[in-house]
């Protein structure tokens, strides 16, 4: 131990503890950091001196830590330069937190171009790109994984598409293929995902699949593992836990395993020589990041595939909107099999009032939650020994209004917004029904359905389904899944009853296995929901469940409680995913939705939603001129004051969000224009928090 004498001597040795004796790195001598800073007029890298001592460590890519505005914070340093713009004096980079170069030009650059579609700010993005440091796995010796032969593809999953093969090809010869694949009704979707990241291997390039949860990641890692084997494959998940995460994902940094499966953020996986990114059913919701600036995995996909010239597979049982834009704009190509193949391997599908004959023998059909042809599938589906699969909303009101007759969902006149009752309160008693996005009222409503002047509030579900059903059939198992209950990943083949919500439906062990029946209840209720996608989301829900029947050859039945003359229900029936997503697209453009124009919703308090609304109008910006044909919807009031724990609803608390929507080419410039209403609030230390959303999946 050093004496107090000596010590101060010693420390003077150390050209750490005297900045007055660093010297600037001899070759390179400016360091350009992001700060991890997420404000938005700081949104830029900023110029640093390297210290001589730090020469070797600062490499792009490293975690440093610099002085920012008189403190101590953490930054990834991006680049090594000559010279700097700053006239001033550079500060010094403090220290290098670690010598591993986490952060690679490629994810960077992804990460730039994900916050500016998304009106955000890149260090919100790095957080969720990089996951935290993790200081014991760094200094682990990485773990020797074997260089397995990866197995030959088989190709005859993929030969039942008419594109399916000529796709593999081009994975294989390395060539950037976009595809948006229709998988097959009972289709072994994770095999056939897993042959393509084979193929891929196979041109020496990467692969990246993207999956929408925790299920979906141990089904599609055990396809890969089994041909790639374990050490050729691995998942990325928030479930790992930070030390097992770090660990995996290091290993993907520095080249290790060069396929990875995972949920939404391994979109940003540091893998190189990218051959292959594919997303399994990109309308789902955990596909969309709940934190700022909230990207969508398959935006970020399209992203990454634009930018590293990769191939692009969206694949699912049904099509989005948005996917539908890359077929009809010729970005991607269609992968689906012929009528001849889908109708062999689809259930048969039954909705209500399809037949007259139907509702001679069952008149009560349209009033009854099961009706006759439903216990009829799920009662011939048992006796020959296989589950019923009985899907449930969940239960509960939502505040939204429906016609009272048809039961669709009332939508303002002036913007297609859905209707809702004035917020509990003073002076709501009595008041109209008024419009959640423009806020206009609705003092004479006709359904443009049937046209009934009479309004109800919408229910969904019911939470004693699996008790009724149990009383109705005596002495079979009922199972429930999702819901409050434990999600189910399998159930065995025998016969059962299976209550799931939507998302939560398990699989049938069994090679070949699968349900007898599906039983689609309070399809009204799903359809009816005031969401800008509720007829996509709808359907989506729809084929997943029913994709897990086996074929009508077999006996497969599907019963959807709804309307035969709906037009989804008319896709399920027909099995047609890609028909009604170019029609949702087509009526989304002829009212003026996403994704056929790009929309921004701005919530927070009302003076800091106009502002912004105002700098984007054109109204409170230095240079007024707005996005081409950016039209305000709003704002309206979405919270209600006198909410739990809001304290006496004084107008502080009130929060209210409007819409900004303009053409898609525009969207640039509508993002642009966002991100510099906000670094004008930040920049005068506006102490307001404003929520700022760029497409967001759902607009209710």
């Given at each position: 131990m050093?004496?107090?004498?000596?010590?101060?001597?010693?420390?003077?040795?150390?050209?750490?503890?005297?900045?007055?004796?660093?010297?600037?790195?001899?070759?390179?001598?400016?360091a350009?950091?992001?700060?991890?800073?997420?404000?938005?007029?700081?949104?830029?890298?900023?110029?640093?001196?390297?210290?001589?001592?730090?020469?070797?460590?600062?490499?792009?890519?490293?975690r440093?830590?610099?002085?920012?505005?008189?403190?101590?914070?953490d930054?990834?340093?991006?680049?090594?330069?000559?010279?700097?713009?700053?006239?001033?004096k550079?500060?010094?980079?403090?220290?290098?937190?670690?010598?591993?170069?986490?952060?690679?030009?490629?994810?960077?650059?992804?990460?730039?171009?994900?916050?500016?579609?998304?009106?955000?700010?890149?260090?919100?993005?790095?957080?969720?790109?990089?996951?935290?440091?993790?200081?014991?796995?760094?200094?682990?010796?990485?773990?020797?994984?074997?260089?397995?032969?990866?197995?030959?593809?088989?190709?005859?999953?993929?030969?039942?598409?008419?594109?399916?093969?000529?796709?593999l090809?081009?994975?294989?010869?390395?060539?950037?293929?976009?595809?948006?694949?229709?998988?097959?009704?009972?289709?072994?979707?994770?095999?056939?995902?897993?042959?393509?990241?084979?193929?891929?291997?196979?041109?020496?390039?990467?692969?990246?699949?993207?999956?929408?949860?925790?299920?979906?990641?141990?089904?599609l890692?055990?396809?890969?593992?089994?041909?790639?084997?374990?050490?050729?494959?691995?998942?990325?998940?928030?479930?790992?836990?930070?030390?097992?995460?770090?660990?995996?994902?290091?290993?993907?940094?520095?080249?290790?395993?060069?396929?990875?499966?995972?949920?939404?953020?391994?979109?940003?996986?540091p893998?190189?020589?990218?051959?292959?990114?594919?997303?399994?059913d990109?309308?789902d919701?955990?596909?969309s990041?709940?934190?700022?600036?909230?990207?969508?995995?398959?935006?970020?996909?399209?992203?990454?595939?634009?930018?590293?010239?990769?191939?692009?597979?969206?694949?699912?049982?049904?099509?989005?909107?948005?996917?539908?834009?890359?077929?009809e704009?010729?970005?991607?190509?269609?992968?689906?099999?012929?009528?001849?193949?889908?109708?062999?391997?689809?259930?048969?599908?039954t909705?209500?009032?399809?037949?007259?004959?139907?509702?001679?023998?069952?008149?009560?059909?349209?009033?009854?939650?099961?009706?006759?042809?439903?216990?009829?599938?799920?009662?011939?589906?048992?006796?020959?020994?296989?589950?019923?699969?009985?899907?449930?909303?969940?239960?509960?009101?939502?505040?939204?209004?429906?016609?009272?007759?048809?039961r669709?969902?009332?939508r303002?006149?002036?913007?297609?917004?859905?209707?809702?009752?004035?917020?509990?309160?003073?002076?709501?008693?009595?008041?109209?029904?008024?419009?959640?996005?423009?806020?206009?009222?609705?003092?004479?409503?006709?359904?443009?359905h049937?046209?009934?002047?009479r309004?109800?509030?919408?229910v969904?579900?019911?939470?004693?389904?699996?008790?009724?059903?149990?009383?109705?059939?005596?002495?079979?198992?009922?199972?429930?899944?999702?819901g409050?209950?434990?999600?189910?990943?399998?159930?065995?083949?025998?016969?059962?009853?299976?209550?799931?919500?939507?998302?939560?439906?398990?699989?049938?062990?069994?090679?070949?296995?699968?349900?007898?029946?599906?039983l689609?209840?309070?399809?009204?209720?799903?359809?009816?929901?005031?969401?800008?996608?509720?007829?996509?989301?709808?359907?989506?829900?729809?084929?997943?469940?029913?994709?897990?029947?086996?074929?009508?050859?077999?006996?497969?039945?599907?019963?959807?409680?709804?309307?035969?003359?709906?037009?989804?229900?008319q896709?399920?029936?027909?099995?047609?995913?890609?028909?009604?997503?170019?029609?949702?697209?087509?009526?989304?453009?002829?009212?003026?939705?996403?994704?056929?124009?790009?929309?921004?919703?701005?919530?927070?308090?009302?003076?800091?939603?106009?502002?912004?609304?105002?700098a984007?109008?054109?109204?409170?910006?230095?240079?007024?001129?707005?996005?081409?044909?950016?039209?305000?919807?709003?704002?309206v009031?979405?919270?209600?004051?006198?909410?739990?724990?809001a304290?006496?609803?004084?107008?502080?608390?009130?929060?209210?969000?409007?819409?900004?929507?303009v053409?898609?080419?525009?969207?640039?410039?509508?993002?642009?224009?966002?991100?510099?209403?906000?670094?004008?609030?930040?920049?005068?230390?506006?102490?307001?928090?404003?929520?700022?959303?760029?497409?967001?999946?759902?607009?209710?």
């Open positions: 050093s004496s107090p004498r000596t010590a101060p001597a010693a420390r003077a040795r150390r050209p750490g503890r005297d900045r007055g004796q660093w010297q600037p790195a001899p070759a390179r001598p400016v350009r950091v992001l700060v991890d800073v997420a404000l938005p007029h700081l949104d830029r890298a900023f110029d640093y001196r390297v210290p001589t001592h730090l020469d070797d460590a600062a490499v792009p890519g490293v440093v830590r610099v002085r920012f505005a008189g403190r101590l914070v930054g990834f340093l991006l680049e090594r330069s000559d010279d700097t713009a700053h006239a001033g550079l500060a010094w980079v403090d220290k290098v937190v670690s010598p591993e170069p986490v952060l690679t030009a490629e994810v960077a650059g992804l990460a730039r171009a994900v916050a500016d579609r998304y009106a955000g700010v890149m260090a919100d993005v790095l957080r969720l790109a990089v996951p935290a440091r993790h200081a014991r796995v760094e200094s682990e010796s990485p773990r020797e994984r074997g260089a397995a032969e990866p197995a030959p593809v088989d190709r005859v999953g993929w030969e039942a598409y008419p594109r399916g093969g000529a796709f090809d081009a994975l294989a010869g390395g060539r950037a293929a976009h595809a948006v694949w229709q998988a097959l009704p009972g289709e072994e979707w994770a095999a056939r995902l897993a042959e393509a990241a084979v193929a891929t291997r196979s041109a020496g390039r990467s692969a990246l699949l993207v999956v929408p949860d925790q299920r979906d990641v141990a089904r890692h055990g396809a890969c593992a089994a041909l790639l084997g374990e050490d050729g494959v691995v998942a990325l998940t928030a479930e790992l836990g930070p030390a097992e995460r770090y660990r995996r994902w290091l290993a993907v940094r520095r080249g290790s395993v060069r396929v990875v499966v995972g949920t939404r953020s391994a979109a940003f996986a893998l190189g020589e990218l051959g292959l990114l594919a997303v399994w990109d309308g919701d955990s596909h990041e709940p934190r700022a600036p909230y990207p969508q995995v398959r935006d970020v996909l399209v992203l990454r595939a634009h930018r590293e010239g990769a191939a692009l597979l969206l694949a699912g049982f049904a099509r989005t909107a948005e996917a539908q834009v890359l077929v704009t010729r970005w991607a190509s269609p992968i689906a099999a012929d009528r001849a193949g889908v109708r062999a391997r689809m259930p048969r599908v909705a209500i009032g399809e037949t007259d004959t139907q509702l001679v023998r069952d008149p009560a059909a349209r009033a009854a939650r099961v009706p006759g042809v439903a216990f009829e599938a799920a009662r011939a589906a048992l006796t020959a020994g296989r589950p019923v699969l009985v899907q449930v909303p969940r239960s509960g009101y939502l505040p939204f209004l429906a016609c009272a007759s048809c669709d969902a009332a303002c006149r002036h913007c297609a917004g859905p209707l809702g009752l004035p917020r509990s309160g003073a002076g709501s008693e009595g008041a109209l029904p008024a419009c959640r996005w423009c806020g206009r009222a609705e003092p004479a409503f006709r359904c443009g049937c046209g009934s002047r309004l109800r509030a919408g969904v579900g019911a939470g004693r389904t699996a008790e009724e059903l149990g009383r109705a059939f005596p002495g079979v198992t009922v199972r429930t899944s999702g409050g209950a434990e999600v189910l990943d399998t159930v065995p083949p025998g016969p059962a009853l299976v209550v799931a919500t939507p998302g939560a439906e398990p699989v049938v062990d069994g090679g070949g296995a699968g349900y007898g029946a599906a689609l209840l309070d399809g009204w209720a799903m359809l009816a929901r005031p969401d800008l996608r509720v007829a996509e989301e709808t359907l989506r829900r729809w084929f997943a469940a029913a994709a897990g029947v086996v074929p009508h050859t077999d006996g497969g039945r599907v019963v959807v409680v709804a309307e035969a003359s709906v037009p989804t229900v896709a399920l029936v027909r099995w047609d995913p890609a028909g009604h997503a170019a029609a949702e697209l087509a009526e989304r453009a002829e009212v003026g939705f996403p994704p056929a124009i790009r929309m921004a919703s701005v919530e927070g308090p009302p003076a800091a939603v106009a502002e912004i609304c105002d984007v109008l054109g109204t409170g910006r230095v240079d007024p001129s707005p996005p081409e044909g950016v039209e305000l919807l709003g704002p009031e979405i919270d209600p004051p006198d909410r739990p724990g304290g006496h609803g004084t107008a502080d608390e009130v929060r209210e969000r409007a819409l900004l929507r053409p898609r080419r525009a969207g640039r410039d509508l993002a642009r224009a966002l991100h510099d209403a906000q670094a004008l609030r930040t920049a005068r230390k506006a102490p307001e928090t404003v929520r700022v959303r760029l497409d967001p999946d759902e607009i209710d």
